[in-house]
């Protein structure tokens, strides 16, 4: 890996949470999942709510940066 990736990779990472924040989510934890309580769903016959959400994965290896956007679910 070159020395200056982690740079690149950190400032990715700062680029990608600030823009979901602008956006109104919210960070859940300590990994980088964020879910937006405003658009939660009620589970009819259970005291369930479902936030919609994403979970966002970068890593720097030997043949560049990669990032992964998952869409995720938190039951509350």
Known sequence: MRPHMQNILQYFNIVIKHALRQKKYKQIGRFPKFFLPEDMINVDRHPLRAWPGYECVSKC??????MNVDSCTKFV
Request: proline share 0%; hydrophobic share 35%; aromatic share 16%.
């Open 61 to 66: 290896s030997t043949q560049g940066l990669f």
